[in-house]
C-alpha cells in the first residue's frame, strides 16, 4: 500500500473539494482497502466522510424512507419499521458479509463497490475491467460471472442492497459537482453495461448521499443462493415486489443480481404478472422471459437452475 493522506470532511461540498482529483472517499472502507493493499488503487488522499451530518439517519415520511449513505448494512437488517415495510431490504442486509462487516460496511459502500472478478483483483493482472485489452474471464475460471452483459467484461454485479432496492423502485441521491443528482437504480449502474471498465455510473468525485424508497403499499422478498451458508457472495440472488391481493399481483418488479453487470430485470416480464393471479405456470413463464437472453459461458450454466428457482420462490414468498 503507498503512503496517503487522510482528512475528515464537514460537509458534502467540502468533502469533494478535498477528494480533488486523486482522492476517495472513506466511510466503511472495507473494498476501498482492499484494493489499495493490492494496488489496484493508490489514491494520494483519502477523504473521511463518517461524520457528514445527517448521512447516518433512517428517516420514515409520509411518502418515502429516505435512508442515509452511512447508515450501516446492521441497521438496515436490525430496523424494525424498515422490516415491516420493505421485507426484502431488510433480507438482503442480512445477507451480506458477516455480522463484523455489516457492522461498518455503509449503504453507499455497499452500492458502490467494485467487481469481486479474481482477475481484475489480481495485482498483476491488466484485465479488460482495469483498463487491458482482455476479459480473461471468459475463456478462464467463470463459474462466478455473468449471464448477460452489454459488453465484453462478464464481471458481475455483487451489491445484495441494489437488487432488493431495483425491485423496489428506490431512488439514489448523488451529490455531483455543486448540486444533487437523483438516480434510479438502474440509472446508477448503467454504465457498467456499456463500458467494461466501469462499476457503475458514478463519476470521480460523485458522493452518494442517500436512497430514497417510495411507500407504495408492496411486498417485497429477497432470496441468494451462495456456495456457502454464511458470510459468501451470491451465486445468483432474486428480489421481487409487488401489490398484492389474494394471489392477484401489480406494479410488479423482479430483478437478479450476481447475473450481469448490472441488476437485471425484464420489463417485459414484470408487465406478465400485472393483474394476474400468480401460479407455477405464470411463474413459469415469467422466469422464462427474464433469462430468454442468458448467454453462459463454460462453467456458469447452472446459474439458469439456479435463477429460475429463485425467481418462483421469490415470487411465492409475496403471496404466502
Known amino acids: 500500500m503507498n503512503s496517503f493522506k487522510y482528512v475528515t470532511a464537514a460537509s458534502a461540498a467540502s468533502a ?15 473494498d476501498l482497502l482492499g484494493e489499495m493493499k493490492e494496488m489496484i488503487a493508490e489514491p494520494e488522499i483519502l477523504v473521511n466522510i463518517k461524520t457528514l451530518p445527517g448521512l447516518n439517519k433512517i428517516e420514515a415520511r409520509e411518502r418515502t424512507w429516505r435512508i442515509g449513505a452511512n447508515v450501516t448494512v446492521a441497521q438496515l437488517e436490525q ?34 463497490q467494485h467487481s469481486r472478478c479474481w482477475y481484475y483483483r489480481h495485482r498483476d493482472i491488466h484485465c479488460l475491467k482495469k483498463g487491458g485489452d482482455t476479459c480473461y474471464a471468459r475463456n478462464g475460471e467463470n463459474k462466478y460471472h455473468s449471464l448477460f452483459t452489454g459488453n465484453p467484461c462478464i464481471s458481475p454485479v ?47 468525485g460523485d458522493l452518494v448521499l442517500s436512497v430514497e424508497i417510495p411507500v407504495q403499499g408492496r411486498r417485497s422478498a429477497y432470496l441468494q443462493v451462495s456456495e456457502k451458508a454464511a458470510f459468501d457472495w451470491a451465486l445468483v440472488s432474486c428480489a421481487a415486489a409487488a401489490r398484492v391481493d389474494g394471489r392477484r399481483l401489480s406494479q410488479a418488479r423482479i430483478v437478479l443480481g450476481s447475473v450481469g453487470n448490472v441488476p437485471y430485470q425484464v420489463q417485459a416480464a414484470n408487465e406478465l404478472l400485472e393483474g394476474q393471479n400468480l401460479d407455477d405456470a405464470l ?38
Not at 459537482?177 to 456499456?194: C, L, N
Not at 442468458?294 to 411465492?316: S, W
Request: charged share 15%.
Open 79 to 112: 430496523h424494525a419499521g424498515l422490516k415491516a415495510t420493505f421485507a426484502g431490504l431488510q433480507q438482503a442486509a442480512a445477507e451480506v458479509g458477516s455480522r463484523q462487516i455489516r457492522n461498518v460496511a455503509t449503504v453507499g459502500g455497499n452500492l458502490a
Open 283 to 320: 411463474a413459469g413463464k415469467v422466469a422464462s422471459a427474464i433469462l430468454e437472453k442468458a448467454q453462459p459461458v463454460a462453467q456458469n450454466g447452472y446459474k439458469l437452475a439456479i435463477a429460475q428457482t429463485l425467481i418462483h420462490r421469490a415470487l411465492a414468498q409475496l403471496v404466502t
Open 16 to 30: 469533494r473539494e478535498l477528494a480533488g482529483d486523486h482522492g476517495r472517499y472513506l466511510a466503511g472502507g472495507i
Open 158 to 204: 455483487v451489491s445484495n442492497l441494489a437488487i432488493a432496492l431495483a425491485a423496489l423502485d428506490a431512488t439514489v441521491n448523488v451529490q455531483r459537482g455543486g448540486k444533487p443528482v437523483a438516480m434510479s437504480v438502474a440509472e446508477f449502474y448503467a454504465k457498467a453495461w456499456d463500458n467494461p471498465t466501469a462499476h457503475h455510473s458514478l463519476e470521480h
